[in-house]
């Protein structure tokens, strides 16, 4: 069954503006991260979150955890058009296969 | 080598065709796994290994579906059969252990079975 879920499906904002990426997950997790996938090939390895951790930066991405309600949210600031591709959370479970588990990504478009 | 490296980068095979998937994963990474994910939709686990084992096979969609790894590196995806609903991109990914550290992804290969 599918771990993660991100909302929305699809986000269009302007360049220079944040834009906010939300993933749920069903199952007690070791970990989550996310990823971002350009022109349906090969995804690039963004942050990992630990389950003890709240809350994790790298550059211009912020990244929160809340085991409580199962969900974590990236944020993007101050937009890009490079920042134009599809994100994907991933978790990996506290028990049972050693695997991530894939959401169905939320597709960004930057408008410039 | 520096990265992940898939071949081919592209295949187009005619329906009952076999075909074979090669990952080349990051020298030293001991954990190697295959996704698919067909177009526009998330991604599909298949297998992963730990060294030459197979600890979990479950994501494989039936068994036309196999795969191997030889000496701790390469590994190969191999479809039996081609069917046209096995058209999607393949990625391998490979990691330094299984214990949910990032992956590194290969740029996949896009199967088309006409």
């Known amino acids: 069954s599918q771990q993660g879920e991100e909302d929305p499906q699809a986000l269009s904002i302007q360049e220079g503006e944040n834009a906010t990426m939300n993933c749920s997950y069903k199952?007690?997790?070791?970990?989550l991260q996310w990823y971002r996938q350009n022109s349906g090939r090969g995804l690039v390895h963004l942050i990992l979150?630990?389950?003890?951790?709240r809350e994790k930066h790298s550059g211009r991405l912020r990244v929160t955890l809340d085991t409580s309600k199962k969900s974590s949210s990236l944020l993007i600031t101050a937009s890009r058009a490079a920042d134009t591709a599809s994100y994907f959370c991933?978790?990996?479970?506290?028990?049972?296969?050693?695997?991530?588990?894939f959401g169905q990504g939320t597709r960004l478009t930057i408008n410039p | 080598g520096a990265g992940v490296s898939q071949s081919p980068s592209n295949k187009v095979t005619e329906k009952g065709k076999d075909v074979e998937l090669r990952c080349d994963p990051i020298?030293?990474?001991?954990?190697l796994y295959w996704y698919r994910q067909s177009l526009g939709q998330g991604l599909e686990f298949l297998i992963y290994f730990q060294g030459n084992s197979a600890p979990d096979k479950s994501g494989l969609p039936s068994d036309r579906f196999s795969a191997e790894r030889t000496g701790g590196s390469v590994s190969t995806l191999t479809i039996q059969r081609t069917q046209q609903e096995d058209s999607a991109v393949y990625l391998c990914a490979s990691s330094l252990s299984i214990w949910g550290e990032g992956y590194t992804f290969g740029s996949g290969t896009r199967l088309t079975v006409v």
């Open positions: 979150i630990r389950s003890n951790e």
């Open positions: 020298s030293g990474h001991t954990a």
């Open positions: 199952t007690s997790i070791n970990n």
């Open positions: 991933a978790t990996a479970r506290i028990q049972g296969a050693q695997k991530l588990v």
